[in-house]
């Protein structure tokens, strides 16, 4: 039998997937601009940079593998080296695009290394995820010391706010740029013994919501994830709230706690171009609405 001779165009547009082939206006293989077409929405956050805090492990991590997944080169980042190491090898193992660095965000050096970082290494900042959290109190409200008002204020509340103050000449130039704070659900349904983490959290609500009305004229969104309880060191740790509240989600929810990656679509969502008119939302993932 006589070998099919097909030329390199038709091969291309064999190998792409049928679903792909429908979007034709008429049979003939695809222009190389409609091939890249179809690769940008695969691919959404194509030519992009994030930078993510708390990156190493945990829903930062997710979420650095996700926005990496769909294109975006992403700047990871925490407080201890060995763990920036491990993360930055699995994600380059995957054959995604990372650069690591050290950043305790509390400390005023660790986040101007961490911006000169990322435009040493990618040229400009498209997008900052603040993951970063922490809880050191469980405890009385009123019976908290100031250290800890401080530590759980500066980490949890200060940080994002003066890191996007340092990064926010970059972004702006960009265009299309976006924010993505994390909250809890604890900012909606106050958690007993965690009285400054609650605080902590409700006060990124506001900052959501002041940073959206001040960036918008620069064109840049900021958004907020608002997580129940995620499966992870903090999540389920022994200051974590399930050890201190009836389990919400069995009660009003889809009856399971929630994995990192539950959190991950919606903050590339938030940064793609299909989000580009939705900003100071804050955005709950937790199996459970704890709204009215
Ligand atoms: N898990 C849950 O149920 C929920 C979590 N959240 C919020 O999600 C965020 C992430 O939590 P989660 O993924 O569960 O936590 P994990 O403990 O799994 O991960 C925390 C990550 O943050 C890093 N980190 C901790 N402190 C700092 C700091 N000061 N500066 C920079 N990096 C830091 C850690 O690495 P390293 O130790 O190297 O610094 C690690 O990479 C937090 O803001 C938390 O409040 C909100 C609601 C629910
Ligand atoms: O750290 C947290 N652990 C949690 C568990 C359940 C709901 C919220 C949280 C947190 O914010």
């Known amino acids: 039998m006589e070998e099919e001779k097909v030329s390199p165009m038709a091969a291309m547009f064999r190998s792409v997937p049928q679903i792909f082939r429908g979007r034709q206006c008429a049979p003939g293989p695809l222009s190389a601009r409609m091939l890249s077409k179809i690769a940008d929405e695969k691919r959404p956050l194509a030519d992009k940079v994030a930078v993510i805090?708390?990156?190493?492990?945990?829903?930062?991590f997710a979420i650095a593998q996700r926005l990496a997944q769909n294109g975006a080169h992403v700047v990871i980042s925490s407080r201890k080296q060995q763990n920036v190491d491990r993360a930055v090898a699995m994600l380059k193992e995957e054959g995604l695009s990372v650069t690591g660095t050290v950043c305790h965000v509390g400390k005023a050096k660790d986040r101007q290394h961490l911006v000169a970082t990322a435009l040493e290494h990618s040229g400009g900042v498209d997008f900052l995820v603040?993951?970063?959290?922490?809880?050191p109190l469980v405890g009385s409200t009123l019976g908290a010391s100031e250290q800890i008002w401080d530590k759980i204020l500066d980490v949890n509340v200060k940080s994002p706010a003066l890191l996007l103050s340092q990064l926010l000449p970059h972004m702006e130039k960009r265009g299309g740029s976006s924010v993505v704070l994390v909250s809890s659900v604890v900012a909606y349904l106050p958690v007993p013994k965690l009285?400054?983490?609650?605080t902590s959290k409700a006060a990124l609500l506001g900052l959501c919501k002041s940073l959206a009305i001040e960036l918008a004229p620069k064109g840049i969104r900021v958004n907020c994830l608002v997580p129940g309880i995620i499966k992870t060191d903090f999540g389920l740790g022994e200051k974590a709230v399930p050890n201190l509240l009836p389990d919400l989600n069995k009660i009003y929810g889809l009856q399971r706690l929630?994995?990192?990656?539950?959190?991950?679509?919606i903050v590339s969502f938030l940064c793609s171009p299909d989000a580009k008119y939705i900003t100071g939302e804050?955005?709950?993932?937790?199996?459970f609405s704890p709204k009215l």
């Open 130 to 135: 603040c993951v970063a959290g922490v809880n």
């Open 258 to 265: 929630g994995e990192p990656e539950d959190c991950a679509g």
């Open 195 to 198: 009285g400054v983490y609650n």
């Open 282 to 287: 804050n955005i709950v993932v937790a199996g």
């Open 53 to 60: 805090t708390g990156s190493t492990k945990g829903i930062g």
